[in-house]
């Protein structure tokens, strides 16, 4: 079992509608969550970073962390066209232990915003 | 202001033969890491440098990679006696702290003939 688990889609919706992406984990020592967007043939995009539970919000996306579910989520209201990408869920543990902040990934979910 | 900067693109050499890749991190930044990234995955964590020692490295990193960052600057990426397997995007990142967010380059697309 994979420690981050990511449904990799694809998701399709029209401009303007709401998509909610999400990610569950296993492992209890994650502490901090970011969403990453990646367009084709380009690295990963910092979105969103958050530590520990609760919702942040930037423009049109919002970042939730429930660590009792161990299951975060990204929302992002009146899509576009050119939010047409692969998003990525990563997480990494908290201070201490042998952990210098290596990321871990989730697969990636593909998102088409069609006109 | 220069993002993580990678180079080459892309490299498509033919099996057997060995690469190298180049990453200059944000300039400020002292953490380093590299990342590999197959068709339809997530990347997967290979290595940590930081200023110039490599303090972390994964199981994926077989004794045919080596990593450097002599001056605690640019790193270096090595892969001898290429294989198929080694077909990827080799992604690096930097941030200049632990708990800060990492930022990326474009990667280089390894293709093995």
């Known amino acids: 079992q994979k420690e981050v688990e990511q449904d990799p889609g694809p998701l399709s919706v029209p401009e303007g509608a709401i998509v909610s992406l999400n990610c569950t984990y296993s492992?209890?020592?994650?502490?901090?969550f970011m969403w990453y967007r990646q367009y084709s043939r380009k690295g990963p995009e910092l979105l969103m970073y958050t530590y520990s539970s609760g919702n942040k919000e930037d423009g049109r996306f919002t970042a939730q962390v429930d660590k009792s579910s161990k299951y975060i989520s990204l929302f992002i209201r009146d899509s576009q066209p050119s939010d047409s990408a692969t998003y990525l869920c990563?997480?990494?543990?908290?201070?201490?232990?042998?952990?210098?902040?290596?990321?871990?990934f989730g697969q990636g979910t593909i998102l088409t915003v069609h006109p | 202001d220069t993002g993580v900067s990678q180079d080459p693109r892309h490299k498509i050499t033919k099996r057997g033969q060995n690469v190298t890749f180049r990453c200059d991190p944000i300039s400020e930044h002292n953490r380093l890491y590299w990342y590999r990234q197959t068709l339809g995955q997530g990347p997967e964590f290979l290595t940590y440098?930081?200023?110039?020692?490599?303090?972390?490295k994964s199981r994926l990193l077989s004794d045919r990679f080596s990593a450097e960052r002599p001056k605690g600057s640019f790193s270096t990426l090595e892969i001898q006696r290429t294989e198929q397997g080694d077909s990827a995007m080799y992604l690096c990142a930097s941030n200049s702290g632990r708990e800060q967010p990492q930022h990326f380059g474009d990667g280089t697309r390894l293709s093995i003939l």
């Open positions: 990563a997480m990494k543990r908290g201070a201490g232990g042998t952990s210098y902040g290596k990321l871990t």
């Open positions: 492992n209890s020592a994650f502490q901090y």
């Open positions: 440098f930081q200023n110039e020692a490599q303090l972390e």
